[in-house]
């Protein structure tokens, strides 16, 4: 049986974004499971992170992310719509928020499916590549064919999305415990490994753990 990583993942994260190629190279790579456990973004669990006294965080991430995307070489924009509705310039969060729990229950119904990682990288590549009105048209519906699943039957089974939200609170708690807030936050035998630019870290230790594929 295959070891088991855990990724803590959010659909407004640029930075999920560009850790799913490598993500998807893990389980190529080494005998481990890497189990897809969407989180609702911090902007929504803890809306001071990027209050007035914080904006230095989110004028960080605005100037980092795309510099990261550009020496990665991957396509990279910011969504349009944004999957959160947030005022940019106050960073307040809109009470209504039509995209980001939709999203997330679709993350936890793709990987009950056990093609989560794989909707995971259709999704956000549509969402941070520069795809405008990604929630219009065919565009999510195609996404989600890519990734072998069939949208149409995901949304009716989030219709009502009781069990999906206890999935989703579950895996919020679950990165806490971990010892994390951030996504993306991968989990390997309790140890947490923050960020894109750690991949390289939890590969080491897979290797360490002797975990190579031959």
Do not use: C
């Amino acid at each position: 049986m295959d070891a088991m990583v855990d990724l803590f993942w959010s659909f407004r994260s640029p930075y999920s974004y560009l850790a799913m190629p490598g993500a998807l190279r893990i389980e190529q790579d080494f005998r481990v499971r890497v189990r897809f456990r969407p989180v609702l973004p911090l902007a929504v669990r803890d809306p001071s992170f990027f209050s007035p006294d914080n904006l230095k965080r989110a004028k960080y991430i605005r100037l980092d992310w795309p510099r990261r995307g550009e020496m990665l070489g991957v396509p990279h924009a910011w969504p349009s719509p944004d999957p959160i509705v947030q005022d940019m310039k106050t960073y307040e969060i809109a009470s209504e928020q039509p995209y980001i729990y939709r999203l997330t229950y679709l993350g936890v119904e793709a990987e009950r499916r056990g093609r989560g990682l794989a909707f995971a990288y259709e999704v956000s590549h549509l969402l941070f590549s520069g795809t405008r009105d990604w929630h219009l048209g065919e565009h999510l519906s195609q996404a989600a064919q890519r990734a072998g699943l069939e949208l149409a039957s995901m949304d009716a089974a989030i219709a009502d999305p009781a069990t999906h939200r206890a999935t989703v609170d579950e895996n919020q708690k679950a990165l806490t415990n971990a010892g994390h807030w951030g996504v993306p936050t991968f989990v390997f035998e309790g140890e947490p490994f923050f960020g894109e630019d750690r991949i390289d870290t939890l590969r080491w230790r897979l290797g360490k753990h002797q975990l190579q594929r031959n």
